[in-house]
């Protein structure tokens, strides 16, 4: 047998290998004892064949190695590719699909008056205000410029909420005026306390029948965080949906009519009472608003579809705490759709001899 291996450079680096070198290197073979020889050399070739055994083992485990490294760098391919699709994604803008109008003014009529024409999105700035904010302007086809405060359509929008929430403002004005929101308070304040004409609000009401009523009060304001964004107006206007503000003498109290109405209240919140009740109104019935002991017009109550609910529907205090206005539906029926918005007293009759009334009915 002829060895021409370099058996010690085997033995070093071969770990399947450097067995047989090492048997090589040390094998003598002796002539002179050929039963021994022949012995040694059967042992040797299963030796060899053990080895061979070894090997072949060993190199199906690096095939197996080979195919997960393989099989590894598919994946990271995926991945590098995945990651390019993403940075192409991430490279173009995203389109804002909310188109702002832009006209700014003091209020929506302000607005209207400098020629605006569609209803929408605009930025207003009232002198109160140190920043411009967003509002919906629902502008009509005789230049009337209604800033809208507060809109209820599909119970999609919680009016369950804090202080803050109902302080800065919740939901979410949209152009095609589709969605729920509260304005704010400070909002609300700063667009009416220090207007040089003083603004009429305009309450809308759709019951689920789709029948559509108002009322309006003349000279609205909120007034300052300090007082709690108290409500003040002058007298009831008019309006088909009667004066719920003035309270309601429900029956169960000769005082009903004075603990339910609304002018000069200070706004609760559940977390902020400030109600002449000795309980809390805005907690008992998961809202905010202007509470007496507690209410005849609650426009952010609950949202209760079809209308009609019980004092079991109405949870663990079972008071009334629908969407009321009481001069129209009873307290135990919860409108459909509401809107609060503001305009100009010298604006609030429309020109041209229409009646005021269904015509004037703008986003609902
Ligand atoms: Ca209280």
């Not at 299963?46 to 485990?61: K, M, P």
């Not at 095939?63 to 390019?84: A, Y």
């Not at 008992?284 to 079809?306: F, I, K, T, V």
């Amino acid at each position: 047998m002829t060895v021409l291996i370099n058996l010690a450079s085997l033995g070093k680096y071969c770990p399947t290998t450097c067995g047989v070198a090492d048997y090589l290197f040390n094998y003598t073979p002796d002539s002179s004892q050929s039963d021994l020889y022949n012995k040694k050399s059967s042992s040797m070739y299963d030796d060899v064949l053990r080895f061979e055994g070894t090997i072949r083992s060993q190199e199906q485990q690096l095939l197996d190695l080979q195919n997960f490294v393989s099989s590894n760098e598919r994946r990271m391919q995926d991945l590098k590719q995945l990651s390019r699709q993403l940075e192409q994604t991430c490279s173009v803008p995203c389109k804002d699909t909310v188109e702002i109008q832009p006209t700014t003014g003091l209020d929506c009529q302000d607005i209207s008056n400098k020629g605006a024409t569609v209803s929408g999105l605009y930025y207003v700035k009232p002198v109160m205000a140190t920043d411009p904010f967003l509002v919906y302007c629902e502008i009509d086809n005789e230049g009337r410029g209604f800033t809208v405060l507060q809109r209820r359509r599909n119970g999609l929008l919680s009016f369950k909420q804090n202080w803050i929430q109902y302080k800065e403002g919740f939901g979410y004005l949209s152009p095609d005026d589709s969605t729920e929101f509260w304005l704010g308070l400070e909002k609300m304040h700063q667009l009416t306390a220090g207007a040089s004409i003083p603004y009429v609000l305009r309450i809308e009401l759709v019951d689920w029948q789709g029948i559509q009523r108002y009322a309006d009060y003349n000279s609205f304001r909120i007034g300052a965080e300090a007082d709690k964004y108290r409500l003040f107006y002058s007298y009831f206007k008019g309006g088909d949906a009667g004066d719920a503000f003035d309270g309601f003498d429900f029956g169960d109290d000769v005082s009903d009519k004075i603990y339910t109405s609304h002018n000069g209240m200070q706004f609760s919140t559940p977390d902020n009472d400030n109600d002449k009740y000795d309980g809390n109104c805005a907690l008992q019935d998961g809202s905010g608003w202007w509470m007496n002991r507690c209410h005849a017009g609650h426009l952010n109550g609950r949202y209760y579809e079809g209308g009609k609910y019980t004092e079991k529907d109405a949870g663990e205090f079972a008071f009334d705490n629908g969407i009321i206005w009481v001069t129209w539906h009873d307290r135990w029926y919860s409108l459909k759709a509401t809107t609060m918005k503001i305009i100009p007293v010298t604006r609030i009759d429309s020109t041209g001899g229409q009646q005021s009334g269904i015509k004037q009915f703008g986003g609902l």
